[in-house]
């Protein structure tokens, strides 16, 4: 069985937590391989709500491997906390958990840098979730950070911590004129974080490959979305790691001919937090509407989210990239009662119409949306399960989005919980 990816199709929280755990009794193993804690992948069992931030959303299924891979950022307190919350909970993980060796941390100075840059008054400011994921990819680029290996050996963390702790110290004090970090209170901190994740730290990516060879189903599960990549993105509106399937193999250590099966995951409609262009987005009552009854507010900063109508462009966009063969289309619950219901389906960029997602930033920020409307549905889709018992205007959204994408769907959402789902006989 091939590996399968899923992937956020939008702007990050689509719905990835609930469509990972709905699916992971058919992995054996469930990989992150970017980001780190600025997601927030929200999974409802049984009534009892779980929001991971770093533990791979494959954690409420036991006897299931979960791995931090190397292309992941950690904030290794966080980690902790949440591998302790999970664990009183009553659920075992540490047996079932690897994280990498080569993944690097994300370090406290890193957090306090990326919360003074975007404290600045002059300069773009992204509205980053303050998790200091951006300084700490930086580091991974200029060779100055600080990876799980060299958090495990107390030497090597104090030599690295002396170096970057001197250097940041003078940007904190010259530029921000803020206050120094205490580089032998990181160091102890730091020191007890890597003690405690020790024996979970090894060579995952050699592991996976193993895994692979005696064909054990590999599950990837990607954070943020296509439209937060670093590259392929709303570049500089954008998160620092490769949240597309073009990530999965760097950032976990496999070749990319592993990945057999890829599942994009949008919403029926988009939602974007932090800056940057977002051509769907609305304002006023149906914005509201969107965001009050999908409760569109940030899992890790409680944001209020921007809400706009499904981007058929950028989906398509995303599709394309990506290899997407199939969709999750969730939250469609959420849209019942709105009267009518768009699709942005062109934007008219300096007076000429454009049917492709523009990659230049200005280009997009300059963009009308060309907005489609269909007839909506009022029913409460909670308890539907299978795709003929929809209303007829809803199963016609859904063509009207799988055939415009150029993806079938194979799982559409209905609700939060994981029997709120119509899965297609052949997902
Ligand atoms: P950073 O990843 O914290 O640097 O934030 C960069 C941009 O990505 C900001 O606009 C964030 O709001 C956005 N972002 C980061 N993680 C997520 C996520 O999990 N969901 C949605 N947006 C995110």
């Known amino acids: 069985m091939p590996a399968t990816s899923v992937i956020g199709a939008q702007w990050g929280d689509e719905g990835k937590g609930k469509i990972i755990d709905l699916i992971t009794d058919r992995a054996d193993v469930v990989v992150r391989f970017q980001g780190g804690a600025n997601a927030g992948h929200t999974v409802i069992v049984d009534g009892e709500k779980f929001v991971f931030h770093l533990l791979p959303s494959g954690v409420l299924h036991p006897g299931k491997t979960n791995v931090l891979g190397n292309g992941v950022v950690i904030d290794p307190g966080t980690l902790i906390d949440e591998i302790e919350q999970f664990e009183a909970s009553g659920r075992e993980l540490m047996s079932r958990l690897w994280i990498s060796g080569a993944a690097h941390c994300v370090m406290p100075y890193h957090k306090r840098v990326d919360n003074l840059r975007e404290g600045r008054k002059a300069g773009i400011t992204i509205g980053t979730t303050g998790r200091g994921i951006g300084p700490a990819y930086a580091d991974k680029a200029n060779r100055t950070g600080i990876r799980m290996w060299d958090l495990v050996d107390a030497d090597r963390l104090r030599a690295r911590l002396e170096a970057n702790v001197a250097e940041v110290n003078e940007l904190i004090t010259r530029v921000y004129e803020s206050d120094p970090l205490d580089v032998d209170e990181i160091f102890e901190l730091a020191r007890g974080w890597g003690e405690r994740l020790a024996p979970s730290v090894r060579e995952t990516g050699r592991q996976l490959r193993d895994d692979l060879k005696t064909s054990k ?211």
């Open 217 to 427: 189903h590999l599950f990837f599960e990607g954070a943020q979305g296509v439209m937060l990549d670093i590259d392929h993105g709303t570049y500089p509106f954008v998160t620092s790691s490769h949240c597309d399937s073009l990530g999965i193999a760097a950032g976990a250590g496999v070749s990319p001919r592993e990945i057999g099966h890829q599942l994009g995951v949008c919403k029926a409609y988009c939602t974007r937090v932090g800056a940057g262009p977002f051509p769907s987005e609305l304002h006023g009552e149906v914005a509201d509407r969107l965001r009050e009854s999908g409760s569109e507010f940030g899992a890790t900063t409680g944001r209020p989210r921007r809400c706009g109508w499904f981007d058929v462009p950028a989906a398509r966009y995303a599709a394309s990239l990506c290899g997407f063969d199939g969709l999750a289309i969730t939250k469609l619950d959420v849209m019942s009662g709105l009267g009518e219901v768009g699709l942005v389906t062109g934007y008219r960029i300096a007076g000429e119409v454009h049917e492709e997602y523009p990659v230049d930033t200005p280009m997009l920020e300059a963009a009308e949306p060309i907005v489609t409307m269909f007839a909506g549905w009022d029913e409460d889709l909670g308890d539907v399960r299978s795709y003929e018992d929809l209303p007829a205007t809803c199963r016609a959204f859904v063509a009207e989005i799988t055939s415009r994408v150029g993806v079938p769907w194979e799982i559409l959402s209905v609700g939060p919980a994981r029997d709120n789902t119509i899965m297609r006989e052949t997902a």
